[in-house]
């Protein structure tokens, strides 16, 4: 899955920025406790980060909502349950966004005995598209997309790929709306036509 090409970003420590920022409330302080700290007080200057620190913060979030999505999906009926295959990437021109494999399984569809698929959830919106491009025209009207696909062994040992064959173009399912997700991850885990029935009543 690659990014779409973007423009640098610069990013930098808010919370440490905000904490040097402290000298801006001592005249404040003064008034609330009439004592006037005697600090020497300097111009606070933003740290920069580097790439690889965003996209390891940005990689613990991820695996964060990742766990607790995993979590829940498996808290709904005893008789569905997904493992947990957690794992994270990051876009490389923007190390800000990133996406989240949750889990992996298996089920029957119309035309398809036996579909393997992995779930996912991403701190972003986008198109999903063709190819090498997998995500495409990246918006900033949602802060959330989960989706799931299909894959299949690759020619090379001990990969996988998407298996366009199924579904549309290998998505099975794609939204920016948690509960949506979760209706549809139950469904593919769903083993009977009964429990698919309580699942869509939802």
Same mark, same amino acid.
């Given at each position: 899955?690659?990014?779409?090409?973007?423009?640098?970003?610069?990013?930098?420590?808010?919370?440490?920025?905000?904490?040097?920022?402290?000298?801006?409330?001592?005249?404040?302080?003064?008034?609330?406790?009439?004592?006037?700290?005697?600090? $020497?007080?300097?111009?606070?200057?933003?740290?920069?980060? $580097?790439?690889? *620190?965003?996209?390891?913060? $940005?990689?613990?979030?991820?695996?964060?909502?990742? $766990?607790?999505?995993?979590?829940?999906?498996?808290?709904? @009926?005893?008789?569905?349950?997904?493992?947990?295959?957690? %794992?994270?990437?990051?876009?490389?021109?923007?190390?800000?966004?990133?996406?989240?494999?949750?889990?992996?399984?298996?089920?029957?569809?119309?035309? @398809?005995?036996?579909?393997?698929?992995?779930?996912?959830?991403?701190?972003?919106?986008? *198109?999903?598209?063709?190819?090498?491009?997998? %995500?495409?025209?990246?918006?900033?009207? %949602?802060?959330?997309?989960?989706?799931?696909?299909?894959?299949?062994?690759?020619?090379?040992?001990?990969?996988?790929?998407?298996?366009?064959?199924?579904?549309?173009?290998?998505?099975?399912?794609?939204?920016?709306?948690?509960?949506?997700?979760?209706?549809?991850?139950?469904?593919?885990?769903?083993?009977? *036509?009964?429990?698919?029935?309580?699942?869509?009543?939802?």
């Amino acid at each position: 899955m690659l990014p779409n090409p973007a423009p640098k970003f610069r990013y930098y420590d808010a919370v440490a920025y905000k904490r040097s920022q402290r000298g801006a409330a001592a005249y404040t302080d003064y008034l609330r406790t009439g004592k006037l700290e005697r600090r $020497t007080w300097s111009e606070p200057e933003k740290r920069y980060l $580097t790439y690889r *620190e965003v996209a390891e913060h $940005t990689g613990r979030k991820l695996e964060q909502a990742g $766990t607790v999505t995993h979590e829940r999906i498996n808290g709904f @009926h005893r008789s569905i349950r997904f493992p947990k295959l957690i %794992f994270h990437r990051t876009l490389a021109s923007m190390p800000h966004l990133g996406y989240c494999h949750v889990t992996v399984s298996n089920t029957r569809l119309p035309q @398809h005995e036996n579909v393997q698929w992995s779930f996912y959830m991403a701190n972003f919106y986008s *198109e999903i598209g063709e190819g090498e491009r997998f %995500f495409r025209s990246i918006s900033p009207k %949602f802060r959330r997309m989960y989706f799931a696909i299909a894959i299949r062994p690759s020619e090379i040992e001990g990969r996988l790929e998407i298996d366009r064959k199924v579904g549309e173009d290998g998505v099975l399912f794609h939204t920016h709306d948690p509960e949506d997700a979760m209706r549809n991850v139950l469904l593919l885990g769903a083993r009977t *036509e009964e429990l698919r029935k309580i699942i869509r009543a939802i």
